[in-house]
C-alpha cells in the first residue's frame, strides 16, 4: 500500500518561508511525476508546482520566483521551499505523486494535506 505524507506547514508571517516535504512509501517500483497543489478555503484546488522524474519543473504563474519544488529520487521525497509568502497562499497544501508499483500499474496518489496559513 503507498502512502504519500506532507509535512512542514504552519502559521508564517508574511514576507516569512516554509518548506514543505512529502514522502512517499509503501510497494514502490518508480515513480513520474510529482506535485504540489492547495486549496483555499471557498476555491478549487489548484496545481502550484510539479516536477518530472528528470527534474523539469513547472509553476503556476502566482508563485514563479518564490517557490521551488525539488525531489531526492533515492529518498522518494518532493519539497516545497516557499520564500516571500503572501496571506493568499494560505491554503492546505496536497502532495500528488504518480506512482507505478509495477512496471505497468500505476496511478495518482495524493496526501492528506498540510495547511499553511499566512498571516500578522
Known amino acids: 500500500q503507498v502512502q504519500l505524507v506532507e509535512s512542514g506547514g504552519g502559521l508564517v508571517q508574511p514576507g516569512g518561508s516554509l518548506r514543505l516535504s512529502c514522502v512517499a512509501s509503501?510497494?514502490?517500483?518508480?515513480?513520474?511525476?510529482m506535485g504540489w497543489y492547495r486549496q483555499a478555503p471557498g476555491k478549487e484546488r489548484e496545481l502550484v508546482a510539479a516536477?518530472?522524474?528528470?527534474?523539469?519543473?513547472n509553476y503556476a504563474d502566482s508563485v514563479k520566483g518564490r517557490f521551488t519544488i525539488s525531489r531526492d529520487n533515492a529518498k522518494n521525497t518532493v519539497y516545497l521551499q516557499m520564500n516571500s509568502l503572501k496571506p493568499e497562499d494560505t491554503a492546505v497544501y496536497y502532495c500528488?505523486?504518480?506512482?507505478?508499483?509495477?512496471?505497468?500499474?500505476?496511478?495518482?496518489?495524493w496526501g492528506k494535506g498540510t495547511l499553511v496559513t499566512v498571516s500578522s
Open positions: 516536477i518530472t522524474s528528470g527534474g523539469s519543473t
Open positions: 500528488n505523486a504518480a506512482i507505478f508499483v509495477t512496471r505497468y500499474s500505476g496511478m495518482d496518489y
Open positions: 509503501g510497494s514502490i517500483f518508480s515513480i513520474n511525476a
